[in-house]
């Protein structure tokens, strides 16, 4: 039998991860001598500079601020104002540098080669996103309130930020137990812009996690590479009794009739049925713990409205 | 000496001496091995057999060095590269007795102007071999062949591509040089008139085979033609220098188009 | 010419059976359409109830059914319109492809996408227009229908590198909202519904209509225009209609499938390979052909439980890359002459004089770039750098200076790469990502950094050599038999640099959902290189130098024909194997530091040449001093144009250099030496 797909990546995947880098660390390199309290820090992700604005230490310098609010859109206060780095996936060097940064961080899987680089301008933590075999990214995105809060010398306002995330999503939880909805199916599409061509979130995303806690039901069961694969229109066709969340991939001028016109949506019985939301463009999937809470409500607000 | 493409035996077992300061030519017919021959008494073709020997030496025992200085080689088609002057490519000749790197010595020079003073190309030296006549062009080529300094020339087919004018320039630069300088010459030719007028010994050659060897008069007759050509020709003899001239004996219209199947 | 003439003439017609391949295209067809529809089929039988029946007949027939017509028909049009391209060029290389029409084509879709001005024009109107646009763009510059083959196929080269650099600048520069484009331009033959197909395939029916009126008339061609013409075909407006129709099928193709390769190229030459010459036949064949290997691929592909939509094109160069070597190894694959060149120099200027102007020139480039970015350090802030009184300006200027360094120095070294290859291959395609070894190189080094992420230099440079290496072994082992026939050795490379481009392309979307990665990698930079980078290259640079002063006059000598240069006393086969390796080991430890970086290569060789210097001894270092000036200037823009963000060097490389490359080639044309 010819090996599929999935083998030969979980086979690189496999050997990949050394013995050596422990699944429980989200550090995957960072520089022998950090600063102890960090002050001046430059965010390479959004979702690194959405949790240094909950933690009150906004980041002196972030990447793509000017696509952050049409993404993300959460914590704007904190962050208007931010310098621009250039790009998340080529920061410019030479802005990082002008902001004199006592600390830099980013995600290992965009910047580990460049990590040199980086330290060679400021002390760099580079964190690990990957989620091993069991966890989600909701997992990652709650521990890493508490370490980037240890950068910044935020400890206690970083566990207060968990607490009361974790509450948020629980008081969800609660809403759709009473209304007597938990337990049923969820499925979060991302719309790409071709034609029936979506991302669907798998096991190990942010939306998964927070299906977990919600006491929904998820669907896919795989673990797709950062939390999404590609969903087949036969998938799609075959999504019954299920609760569709599609989120947009254009702005609010489009409507959820004018992204289900094509043929194969008229044939999916959750779109029959009612039980599609738009939800308004964002990838809070990929951002950090406001995104999370934000996207819990979200989701339990659609869930609650479907007939 | 044998020569084999494959399975294919294009000169079985053949021997041949070529005479010191003569020009023998080698004619026959399309395919007959003449140009294998001369590549292999240029040394340029894997022999399956046998042995070439340049004035007495194994050829295969001369360094590549030694053996351009001794023998040079014209093709018949020549790639020119384009904007390669008439000096550049004649220095070109200097390969095999200059140094890898350093530039051309008082002798590299020399021999350098020298050949080009010998074909005639003076004027046209530092004009790109591109911009010239095929004439020309042809004897820039044998100006590279004489800055090696060899003292054997081999040439294939040198008058092909030429108009009569150049093929007669050609010709004449050929015996001067060899009565000149005593370079012994062996060319390939497909004109039997011109070899007649050029050499002083002829091998006529077909399938692989040396059919007749000997002086002009004794080769150009009817009798060796017709057995290796395959066609019925008449000789004459030139009214001016009595050289032989051959003329294939073209026959009566009768109306249809004949086969020219040997 | 004449071999040419003798390849698409009429009156060389053997009458081979072409039974054989008609039964074996029907035969994949039809496999492949049971195989494709028995899951559809099955399920709508044991459907029960009508809800589910009216899912399973959807299924069947707006889904499943659309996608295997759309794969033939979009097969179909492609071959045919490579069979077009090349009879009415006489040049058994010319494909949509490779004269840059399907990348042109693309270019129209993402217009389309971003301008929304255009968009009721969207879809095969804007299509048909870029790609129409590209071809003449490549034949203008190669001067014309009767431009050499090899002349033709370089002006198409550098037009699909302009295009494609647009694209893909385009995609790393925006990458959040144009993932969708991403995943189409690997080719998607995914159709959600059968009216998408219908409309495409509207735009299929004129070009086809058109055909049997131009078949007779484009096989008149292949006798020469003077013969065509005597016989009373009108030469110019045949072409002009053959370019349209051909022009108008790619779009179609390309609305329909996006923009896959090879089979324009393949289905054609394949057909042919099998001893058939009549046009009327070829075509319908290589339609078929075209249609049977476009469904094998993707139905390999939706088989194999790949990604939907994604990985078509891989596909197709997986099964076409294989059937074109072995069409190549065989010896069956026409070779036309291989003769001209892409222009002969003017007057030339001495050679000091033009080295000594580059040599300023980019001493006051690198200058510049050291002072010129995000901020402007003035010489006294550099001074200050330099002695340590200004730390921010020392750490601004230690991310210039060696990106500037490296980008000089793999210039120059893409550059030499360039010129030795050309030279020893005799063949003026032959840049090291013409032939592959760059893609080789980065497609090993990319796998390399998969499985060990902390990879440090000196593997990433074992990884790229072997890498290298091992497509340059791949290449001298297929063309062995066939003396290493200019045109020959560079289909093989376009083959092999197409395929592993593609296994690239994939490796990296499959492991990460970022687009945006897999582009800027793809593309080669020198965004984030650091000193110790520079200091790691360094070695090989110098190492090399003298080895090329040393080969400069060989190569020369080479360049008069092996004969020739046998004769002289050039040891060949030697001399061959080391250029060879020079060339090898120049690429593929630039690919190491800064990605399979294009277009340097390949044009600045030619760029020396126009400039009137054709000796290596001149021309290896005006094409090095060249390569440096083109590199840096693409690593100062990226850097600085659009500041804080970055474009990717590799990106710039084609997009500076390709416009001045095509406007050099329109305002030398080729000299009537060029056409022999």
Not at chain 1, 118 to 136: D, I, K, R
């Amino acid at each position: 039998m010819m090996p599929s797909r999935r083998d030969i990546l979980t086979l690189i995947a496999s050997l990949s991860v050394s013995p050596a880098m422990a699944e429980d660390t989200l550090a995957l390199r960072q520089s022998r001598t950090l600063p102890r309290v960090a002050t001046r820090v430059v965010a390479l992700e959004f979702l690194i500079a959405e949790t240094l604005a909950m933690l009150d230490r906004p980041p002196i310098g972030m990447s793509d601020p000017k696509y952050y609010p049409g993404w993300i859109g959460l914590e704007l206060d904190r962050l208007a104002g931010v310098t621009d780095v250039g790009t998340r996936q080529q920061p410019s060097l030479e802005a990082i540098a002008r902001l004199k940064p006592d600390l830099i961080i980013g995600l290992a899987y965009r910047h580990a080669p460049l990590f040199d680089v980086l330290e060679s301008l400021a002390p760099t933590v580079l964190l690990e996103f990957g989620v091993g075999q069991t966890g989600t990214q909701l997992d990652a995105v709650l521990e890493l309130i508490g370490m980037i809060g240890a950068y910044v010398g935020r400890d206690p306002e970083a566990a207060k930020i968990r607490a009361e995330v974790e509450r948020s999503i629980a008081e969800d939880a609660a809403r759709l137990a009473q209304a007597g909805r938990s337990g049923r199916r969820l499925v979060v599409l991302q719309e790409l812009g071709g034609l029936d061509t979506y991302w669907v979130f798998t096991a190990n995303s942010m939306s998964a996690g927070l299906a977990q806690r919600l006491g929904l039901d998820f669907w896919p069961k795989d673990r797709g590479r950062d939390g999404v694969r590609v969903l087949t229109s036969q998938e799609l066709l075959a999504l019954d009794d299920v609760d569709i969340a599609l989120v947009s991939y254009s702005g609010p001028q489009v409507d959820l009739a004018a992204k289900t016109k094509s043929a194969a949506w008229a044939h999916v019985p959750a779109l029959a049925q009612g039980r599609v939301t738009l939800i308004e463009r964002n990838i809070w999937n990929f951002g950090g713990p406001a995104s999370a809470r934000h996207l819990a409500t979200r989701l339990t607000d659609m869930v609650l409205a479907a007939p | 000496m044998t020569v084999a493409y494959g399975h294919q035996r294009v000169l079985d077992g053949l021997s041949v001496a070529i005479s010191r300061g003569g020009i023998t030519a080698l004619c026959g017919p399309n395919g007959c091995g003449k140009s294998t021959l001369l590549r292999s008494l240029a040394g340029l073709q894997p022999l399956a057999g046998g042995q070439v020997l340049l004035e007495g030496r194994p050829l295969q025992r001369l360094t590549r060095r030694e053996r351009a200085r001794t023998l040079a080689v014209l093709a018949q088609a020549n790639e020119t590269p384009p904007g390669l002057t008439v000096t550049e490519l004649v220095t070109h000749g200097r390969h095999a007795h200059r140094h890898l790197l350093g530039g051309l010595s008082a002798e590299d020079r020399r021999a350098i102007a020298d050949a080009i003073e010998a074909v005639g190309l003076t004027a046209e030296a530092s004009r790109p071999v591109t911009a010239l006549s095929g004439g020309e062009r042809q004897r820039a080529w044998i100006a590279m062949a004489l800055a090696q300094q060899c003292r054997v020339l081999l040439l294939d087919e040198p008058t092909t591509w030429l108009d009569i004018r150049h093929q007669v320039e050609l010709v004449d630069a050929l015996r001067v040089l060899n009565h000149t300088r005593g370079i012994t010459i062996v060319c390939v030719l497909h004109d039997l008139n011109q070899a007649a007028a050029i050499a002083d010994r002829i091998m006529l050659m077909k399938n692989g085979k040396i059919l007749h060897d000997g002086t002009t008069g004794a080769t150009l007759m009817p009798g060796p033609l017709r057995e290796t050509f395959g066609v019925e020709m008449w000789r004459l003899d030139h009214p001016a220098s009595d050289l032989p001239v051959c003329l294939p004996s073209f026959g009566p219209v009768v109306g249809q188009v004949s086969g020219t199947q040997a | 010419m004449s071999e040419i003439a003798r390849w698409t003439s009429t009156r060389q017609r053997p009458s081979r059976p072409f039974y054989p391949l008609v039964l074996a295209a029907l035969v994949v067809i039809a496999a492949v359409v049971l195989l494709r529809l028995a899951d559809p089929l099955s399920t709508l039988m044991r459907a029960t109830g009508a809800k589910e029946a009216e899912s399973a007949s959807f299924l069947l027939w707006q889904l499943s059914l659309p996608r295997l017509l759309a794969a033939l028909l979009a097969g179909g049009a492609f071959a045919l319109a490579g069979t077009v391209f090349q009879a009415a060029t006489r040049n058994p290389l010319a494909s949509p492809d490779l004269l840059g029409v399907t990348a042109g084509a693309q270019a129209g879709m993402l217009v389309g996408l971003a301008v929304p001005a255009l968009r009721p024009l969207a879809g095969p109107p804007l299509l048909f227009a870029f790609g129409l646009g590209a071809a003449a763009l490549a034949l203008v510059a190669a001067g014309g229908w009767r431009a050499a083959p090899l002349r033709l196929l370089l002006a198409g080269g550098a037009c699909s590198l302009l295009f494609s650099s647009l694209v893909t600048m385009t995609l790393a520069l925006f990458e959040q909202n144009i993932a969708g484009v991403a995943l189409w331009s690997q080719g998607a033959l995914y159709q959600p519904g059968a009216q998408g197909l219908k409309t495409a395939t509207l735009w299929l029916i004129p070009p086809i209509a058109v055909l049997p009126f131009l078949l007779r008339p484009l096989e008149a061609l292949a006798l020469g225009d003077d013969a065509a013409r005597s016989i009373g075909v009108a030469v110019p407006f045949t072409r002009l209609l053959a370019a349209l129709a051909a022009a108008a099928l790619t779009a179609a193709a390309v609305a329909i499938a996006g923009p896959i390769g090879f089979i324009g190229l393949l289905a054609p030459n394949l057909v042919r390979a099998l001893g058939l010459y009549d046009l009327k036949t070829v075509a319908p064949l290589a339609a078929l052909t075209g249609a049977a290997l476009l469904l094998a691929a993707d139905g390999a592909v939706a088989g194999t439980g790949l990604s939907t939509g994604l990985s078509t094109t891989v596909a197709t160069a997986l099964v076409g890359t294989p059937l074109l070597l072995a069409l190549v190894a065989r010896g069956r694959m026409p070779a036309p002459t291989s003769r001209g060149d892409v222009a002969t120099g003017g007057r030339t200027a001495p050679f000091l004089v033009v080295a000594l102007a580059c040599a300023l020139a980019l001493i006051a480039l690198c200058a510049f770039g050291l002072a010129w970015g995000e901020a402007w350090l003035s010489p006294a802030r550099l001074v200050d750098a330099v002695s340590g009184r200004d730390p921010i300006a020392a750490l601004i200027l230690d991310i210039r200076a060696p990106r500037i360094a490296i980008a000089a120095l793999t210039g120059a070294m893409l550059a030499a790469s360039g010129v030795v290859l050309q030279s020893v291959i005799r063949n003026a395609l032959a840049g090291p990502e013409i032939i592959g070894v760059t893609q080789g190189a980065a497609l090993v080094t990319l796998t390399g950094s998969l499985l060990w992420p902390l990879l440090g230099r000196p593997g990433a440079f074992g990884l790229a050599l072997s890498g290298g290496l091992a497509t340059l072994g791949v290449i001298l082992a297929i063309n062995y038999r066939q003396r290493f026939e200019a045109l020959r050795v560079a289909l093989t490379g376009l083959a092999l640099g197409g395929l592993f481009a593609a296994l690239t392309y994939t490796l990296i979307v499959e492991t990460s959902a970022q687009p945006a990665r897999a582009l800027i990698w793809l593309v080669g930079g020198t965004y984030g290189r650091s000193w110790a980078d520079a200091l790691a290259l360094l070695p090989w640079f110098v190492a090399t130098l003298p080895a090329l002063a040393l080969l400069a006059r060989p190569l020369d000598l080479l360049a008069l024909g092996d004969d020739a240069a046998a004769g002289l006393g050039l040891p060949i086969a030697l001399i061959r194997g080391l250029a060879l390796l020079l060339a090898t080991i120049l690429a593929s430890t630039a690919v190491a530091i800064v990605g399979p970086i294009g277009f340097v290569s390949l044009l600045t060789p030619h760029l020396a040449r126009l400039l009137g210097f054709h000796r290596h001894g001149a021309r290896l270092p005006i094409a090095m001093l060249l390569g440096a000036l083109l590199t840096v200037t693409a690593d100062i823009v990226g850097r600085a144009a659009l500041a804080p963000t970055e474009i990717p060097a590799g990106a710039l490389t084609a997009l500076i250099g390709a416009p001045y490359f095509l406007w050099l080639m329109i305002r030398r044309p080729a000299t009537r030496d060029d056409h022999r």
